[in-house]
């Protein structure tokens, strides 16, 4: 299954004006890169995974905000996003913004 289009086109509105940012499919979605390193990523089922200081990730798990697992195991710094934890766009925007900002705070790829 493809991922979510309309979440996708939405992360898209919510990059405007950013820099160095590239759309590549990993993971069965559409991931968004930022100097190389990966930021959000749209799924099939209407959800985003981020990528974040591990810190300041375990500080927004919550109701709606997951930690990432691929293959039984925790991400450290990686969380899922239901999709009502970017209902509006400037919930998604607000996210996007903390990726970006800890991608932009990494060493380029």
Known sequence: MAYDEGLADRIRDA???ETGVVEKRM???L???VDGHMTIAANSKGEAMVHLDPDVAEELVGPHV???V???RALRGW????PEAT?????LAQWVRRTVEYARSLPPK
């Open 66 to 68: 997951t930690h990432t």
């Open 87 to 91: 209902a509006s766009d400037t919930e």
């Open 27 to 29: 993971f069965g979605g």
């Open 79 to 82: 969380l899922d996003l239901d």
């Open 70 to 72: 691929m293959r039984g």
């Open 15 to 17: 990059f405007d004006g």
């Open 31 to 33: 991931a968004f890169l």
